[in-house]
């Protein structure tokens, strides 16, 4: 009986860190990359694809669990930022990504940050 629960336990955890930390980036999160570094030519960027931990959402379970990249974390160090608000910064990342937007990619939590601010602000890593 300990050794199922073992064996079982195992076969979970593998699943778990095989959605959590895929081995290669999906085309969605390569195009959101190209597009970030084209068009903001960033000194940073880092993306996070967070589908896993959204799976269970009932919009997700219509797609059939999605095509497995739909949510992510950008965190986004460029000076095409500068001079711009928050709101108009993020406007920019979704104007860039109008196209993943329209084919199923469902939510981007932002960070945009200027070299200078990248320096002084603590980042939340």
Known sequence: ???????????????????????SPGPVELSIRQKLKSILEPSFIRIQN??????HHAAMQEQGGGSGETHFTILVVSDAFKGKNTMKRHRMVYAALAE????????LSLQTKTVDESDTVQVVV
């Open 1 to 23: 009986m300990l050794a199922r629960l073992y064996l079982t336990r195992q076969i979970i955890t593998r699943r778990m860190n095989s959605l959590a930390s895929p081995s």
């Open 50 to 55: 967070d589908s896993w931990k959204h799976r």
């Open 100 to 107: 993943e937007l329209s084919q199923g990619l469902h939510a």
